[in-house]
């Protein structure tokens, strides 16, 4: 009983519970900002119906202090990031569908599987617990930048402590995830025969897997700082609260930065990797075609992450690191637009000439596409040192990248859901919820994520307590931040038929096919849906094909399964 | 249904999953490694005055410490060697020597910790000594990790050599990547943070 549910070593059991948890995780980060928004819109008045509920000490009469709206913010980032949507499109899409696209029984070791995510579960549970130790959750923001860090409240300590075992976590998902797609491919599989997804699994295994560990040694670094005294980080002749500090000095508050974001570029592409993967998954199983460029794909993901390990000095632009370096990372980063712009490229043209179904999965695949093109292009200023320097730190960043994660990764991850929840439960989700789902979320997220580049255009700093109401440049703008904030709580509102869906549909939903999508991946045609417990195949397929052969000239179907040896 | 290629080597790849997942494993141990070396080339180069390292710590000590552990590298591979040629009970002694002498190099080193604090010296006292402590406690918990590690295979974890040889040997060899990697940082750490 235990061993079956809660510590399985199947991998649809674990990838499960990574999606059960990692979408709870979702819904507490978005249930920050919703609470935020509030303050940005009507700064300074009392939060209605739930304001009593966050203590004298947070919220005064309901009213929000600057310290519990840091708070805020800085777990709202950590949590959409590390708990849930990195472990939501690797820790549950990589777990499920890794083995059975590749026609292999299981992970390659169940066991770390297992201790992979009950490492997560436990850096989670750290991460929450902040918000109940004395001076509350980090407020340091998501990046901890230092001396800040350092001298933050107890939760900070937390915050390095839950992120030690996030990145313990991440070592062991991927290195079953790379020796999983190595070794165990079904014979036939051949590399150039994989689905995209597991090409972009992969990359994003290799990404977490070398990208991490620095941050791990800058935790460990800043953890010393915060607990034994060490002056890491604080350069010398460091005033706080007016007070000199007295530590030994002669760090260097840098430092942080560059391990960090040696980390968190990389950490970017994990975190839109996958969802490029879901997407390209669904584009070709819903205009009936082939992918576009194929190969080209691969080799531009694969530069990708390659490329992801040169680019991280581009945050820090406005560090004062000279023109010559500066004049590196812009080069790098201006390079790696290029394989985003091939993947996409070939995404696009993957519809021309297609008889596109417009399934609920599909609707969500094909916001991605305009909705990364956003955050993709409204990224190059950035990458750019004279062009970011006055963007820098302003809302133009949060409208820039909140459109490559969240109507990027969040809807690919939404179409992932769709897609593949017959082959988990065997049923159908309602395609009429989804479609409401799909309408109101696409226009919400417009709605909170494009006036943020307009205030980030008239120089509005993302990091105002007031929403930039002492500013006489932001106050004209304000009306945009009221706007903003309703089209969060109607986003919310709009989750609303998804999460009945979800469960709803286990008992509602219309009994599934085998292959309800006609998809010619080994998961639908070669395993039973929804899933055996063990093994996953009754006997390990054989392959004979590439991924995509839809609409074969001459075939019976319009699709062909990989695992089929004649036409 | 069986995980293949658990113990058997996969013709196209030429490895099992045990020795690619160690080698990625220990991939990204020299990224965690290699940043905190980094952190100490750019501290040590960003800093006003930096201390004269081999007068505060205990390179005598150390040097024996070295020496220690590349007499352990040597036997976990002549044990795997001795496993390899079906002689259990010569790779019972020279695994049980390995575990041994990854014990007595902790035992130094908390001598050496031991003088250190005693004369006042603590992660606080200057970025050098910070440092040092962090970098060789995180190596010593990989030591411990693996002595560990090296305890069960020459004890209860010797069983399974009856009924899944293959997949023993596999281990011992994965057993003895990691300890010969751990040797190399420490071999890195003697010279950086010792001598240097």
Known sequence: MFRKYVFSLDHKVIGLQYALTSLFFLLIGFSLAVLFRWQLAYPGQPVPIVGRWLGELNAPGGVMLPEFYNQLVAMHGTIMVFLAVVPLSVGAFGNYLIPLQIGAPDMAFPRLNMASYWTYLAGGLVMLASFFVSGGAPNSGWTSYPPLAVFATLGQTFWLVGMFLLIVSALFGSVNTIATIVQLRAPGLTWFRLPFFIWAQLVTAFLLLLAFPPLQGAAILQFADRVLGTSFFLPSGLFVGGQAVSRAGEGNALLWQHLFWFLAHPEVYVLILPAMGIVGEIIANNTRKPLWGYRVMVYAILFLGFMSFLVWAHHMFLTGMGTIISAFFQTTTMIISVPSVIVLTALLLSLYGGSIRFNTPMLFALAFLPMFGIGGLSGLPLGLAASD?????????????????????????FAGIYYWYPKITGRMMNDVLGWIHFVGSF???????????????AGVNRRLYDGGMQYAHAQPLHGLQVGMSYAAWALALFQLPFIWNVFASLKFGRVADVNPWHATTLEWTAAPTPPIAHGNFETIPAVYRPAYEYSVPGAADDFVPQNSASL | MEIPYTASIRPDTGVTNQKLGMWLFLASEVMLFGSLFSSYALLRSGAMSWPDQSSIVNVPLAAVNTGI????????????????????????????????????????????YRGELAEGLRPSTNNFVGLYFVMTFLHAMHVTGGVLVNLFLCGPGVNMNGHDAARFLGRVDAAALYWNFIDVIWILMFIVLYLL
């Open chain 2, 69 to 112: 552990l590349i007499v352990s590298s040597v036997a976990i591979v002549r044990a795997a060697t001795a496993l390899r040629g079906g002689n259990v009970a010569r790779f019972r002694a020279l695994m049980a020597a390995t575990a041994t002498l990854g014990i007595v190099f902790l035992a130094i080193k908390s001598v050496e």
């Open chain 1, 389 to 413: 320097i006055p963007l820098h730190d302003t809302m133009y960043v949060v409208g820039h990248f909140h459109y490559v994660v969240a109507p990027g990764t969040i809807f690919a991850l």
């Open chain 1, 443 to 457: 226009l919400c997220m417009n709605g909170i994520l494009f006036p943020m580049l307009i205030l980030g255009l």
